[in-house]
């Protein structure tokens, strides 16, 4: 019988597998998680748990890590190769929704939607807010891939011009998009009246967005952070907006999640926040549940095609 522990919510089908004993302990602790994880044999998680070397030397039994869903920055990918534990993921299960939460937090942030929305809770009538119409207007990416490749796709259909940044993918992807792929992060954000960031969160990644980057962006831009926290610098993010450069900005993801209830950019007026949701449709986790559980039980059985 293989054992499989699943540590984070997940909505995980209705097909069973024989041999298969699933325990669904969502929410978990940590204490309690290094307690337990002895008696598994895979663990499914999503970017809640964080799944560092203490843990999986701990899972003596431990062969499968299955990631619900696309980012692996909250698994030690070097420890788990170190120790022979394979990881796998479903990159491709919640593309439609998380680029539909990137472009939501665009409009929200162009339109003040989530600011006039809290206005009229409190009995205030505003109607001086003017916002910004995307048509005719540049949006920049940085990371083509999947998500990035979806938000261009939007913006197409919103008659935005396009440009995007991914120095690893052929341009010939960015042609079949409509989109100009440039060389150069700098000479993007020189053009782009709206930012949306979509790349992984790496050593190379992290920070790439600072106080320089912003001050390089049209005074009055839009950003939008529905990636990863911490690919663009929070610090830097408050200060400039705070210095009038940036119109309004949109973020799903922080650096620390949840973050601290007093984080100055959660009550930043122009900053329209979610709680990490880019997955979080009924579709999308219906897809990543089924696919990673079904990963996971193929991996346990010797089927390596889904190992990263
Ligand atoms: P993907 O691998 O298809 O695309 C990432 C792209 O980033 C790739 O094309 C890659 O070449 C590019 N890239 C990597 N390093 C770069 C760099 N230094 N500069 C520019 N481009 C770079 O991944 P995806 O499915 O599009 O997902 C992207 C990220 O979105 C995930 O890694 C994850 O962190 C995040 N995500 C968040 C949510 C959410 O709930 N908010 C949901 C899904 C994914
Ligand atoms: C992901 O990387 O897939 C996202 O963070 C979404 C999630 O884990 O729910």
């Not at 998680?33 to 002895?38: D, Q, T, V, Y």
């Not at 980012?71 to 788990?80: F, H, I, P, Q, R």
């Not at 008659?159 to 792929?181: F, N, Q, T, W």
Request: proline share 4%.
């Amino acid at each position: 019988m293989w054992r499989v522990l699943v540590s984070d919510d997940m909505r995980l089908g209705e097909v069973r597998y024989p041999g298969v004993i699933l325990d669904y302990r969502p929410g978990i602790g940590r204490e309690e998680l290094l307690e337990i994880i002895p008696a598994y044999d895979a663990l499914i998680t999503r970017s809640r748990t964080r799944v560092d070397a203490e843990l999986l030397q701990r899972g003596k039994r431990l062969k499968v890590v299955g990631r619900g869903g696309v980012g692996v920055d909250n698994v030690d990918l070097e420890a788990a190769s170190r120790l022979g534990i394979l990881v796998v993921n479903v990159p491709e299960a919640n593309t439609r929704s998380a680029a539909e939460l990137a472009f939501g937090l665009l409009l929200a942030a162009a339109r003040g939607i989530a600011l006039s929305d809290r206005k009229l809770r409190q009995g205030e009538w505003d109607r001086k807010f003017l916002g910004l119409e995307l048509k005719g207007k540049t949006l920049g990416i940085v990371g083509l891939g999947r998500i990035g490749s979806q938000v261009a796709r939007f913006a197409k259909g919103f008659e935005m011009r396009v440009l995007a940044y991914d120095p690893y993918i052929p341009k010939a992807r960015a042609e079949s998009l409509g989109v100009e792929l440039l060389e150069n992060l700098e000479d993007l954000l020189r053009q782009s009246h709206f930012l949306t960031v979509h790349t992984p969160l790496t050593e190379e990644t992290r920070g790439m967005i600072g106080r320089r980057e912003l001050y390089l962006l049209p005074r009055g831009a839009v950003v939008v952070n529905a990636a990863r926290g911490g690919i663009i610098d929070e610090k830097a993010l408050l200060e400039v907006l705070e210095e009038g450069h940036l119109f309004a900005v949109g973020l799903d993801v922080f650096a620390e999640e949840p973050p601290p209830k007093d984080h100055p950019l959660i009550h930043h007026p122009r900053v329209v926040h979610t709680a990490h949701l880019g997955a979080n449709t009924l579709e999308a986790q219906e897809r990543v549940g089924e696919a990673i559980l079904e990963r996971v039980v193929r991996t346990l059985e010797g089927d390596l095609s889904y190992a990263l």
